[in-house]
């Protein structure tokens, strides 16, 4: 199977920061990337397609590229939702609205009850683009972000990447825009690296994609 970004014709986009900083060429992880279990990691590249859930208006689901049902978002109750696996257990929940005056989401391995809390999800609006900054447990200053999902209004593009903004844990194959009316995509596919955990893509894409029905609702700017 091939990479999902080419290697050899490098990806290219432009720094987001407003001060100039040069084009990035983009790499797979040197290291794998686990934050829910090594289980979902795999050795190659994979493309994970996610859609809505046409049985009921606010559940997600995402299948692999032989068309097996990975993970499913079940329906919100007290302010959570579960993302469960293919024999409904409970693999990681999360806020489903921002707990603070920074719009925080914070997400747990298994059942938040269990307080075994993964990550925080802050969102941020950058120049010309729209991002989420996901900070570790382990990282108490927060001084900077650990991961980001990134859409870049100016190219259309959105990825997940790491701290050093060059490694690509997953590329979106979706057109993203900063109007707030635009109708959510029924269906959209994300190449993830290889040894990168699909857990933690997808409850990303689950969470990104909520807050981007919410604002088109008017819920969140």
Not at 51 to 56: G, L, N, S
Not at 75 to 89: A, C, F, L, T, W
Not at 127 to 135: N, T
Request: proline letters at 3%; one cysteine or more; charged letters at 30%.
């Amino acid at each position: 199977m091939s990479s999902p970004y080419s290697m050899a014709s490098p990806c290219y986009s432009s720094d987001d920061d407003g001060r100039g900083t040069p084009d990035r060429v983009f790499k797979e992880p040197e290291y794998p990337v686990v934050i829910v279990d090594q289980k979902y990691c795999s050795s190659y590249p994979m493309q994970l397609t996610f859609e809505k859930d046409h049985e009921a208006e606010d559940r997600f689901k995402i299948i692999d590229d032989d068309g097996n049902l990975l993970f499913k978002a079940t329906k919100k109750k007290n302010g959570y939702r579960n993302m469960v696996d293919e024999s409904d257990q409970t693999v990681i929940s999360f806020a489903t609205k921002h707990i603070s005056v920074h719009r925080r989401r914070q997400a747990y391995k298994g059942d938040h009850h269990e307080h075994h809390r993964l990550f925080t999800v802050k969102k941020t609006r950058g120049h010309k683009s729209f991002r989420f900054d996901v900070y570790m447990t382990s990282n108490m200053t927060e001084s900077t972000f650990n991961y980001r999902v990134y859409d870049n209004f100016k190219d259309g593009t959105s990825m997940i990447f790491a701290q050093d903004k060059v490694t690509v844990l997953a590329q979106l194959h979706a057109e993203v825009t900063h109007q707030k009316t635009v109708k959510a995509q029924e269906k959209f596919a994300v190449s993830v690296s290889p040894n990168v955990d699909k857990a933690f893509i997808s409850v990303l894409l689950i969470i990104r994609e909520e807050v981007r029905r919410s604002r088109g609702k008017g819920y969140e700017s």
